[in-house]
């Protein structure tokens, strides 16, 4: 993908009530991401996982130029505003977002 080195890939899981990925979908689609002119911001996905009997799993996938510069975008107005945005209608997410942050080790 030819990053620069380091590299830091942020990405939260979200599990969301069966019926409820329109909502949760658009939300997202809708939404003002903030992420234009961040310093580090390399990349952002939204991608869709498997699904059972309750929800469907999705996760945000952004790619940094480093550990720092994610963690500046996290205490930044800037990050305020795109997750103040975050309101799905009650029932769209079955358990809060959980954090998962990956230094990169390894790119081919």
């Known amino acids: 993908m030819g990053y620069a080195a ?3 890939i942020a990405m939260n899981r979200f599990r969301i009530a069966r019926g409820r990925e329109a909502d949760f979908e658009t939300l997202w689609r809708s939404r003002e991401s ?3 002119g961040v310093p580090g911001f390399q ?6 996982g498997p699904a059972d009997d309750e929800a469907t799993l999705y996760a945000s996938h ?5 550990r720092d510069a994610f963690d500046a975008w996290t205490e ?3 990050f305020r505003k795109a997750h103040a945005q975050a309101r799905a209608p009650k029932g769209t997410y079955l358990e809060h977002p959980r954090f998962e ?5 390894l790119s081919e």
């Open 6 to 8: 380091p590299v830091f």
């Open 34 to 36: 903030q992420l234009d």
């Open 43 to 48: 990349e952002f996905r939204l991608l869709r």
């Open 62 to 66: 952004t790619v940094w130029a480093s």
């Open 76 to 78: 930044s107005e800037a």
């Open 101 to 105: 942050g990956f230094e990169v080790i």
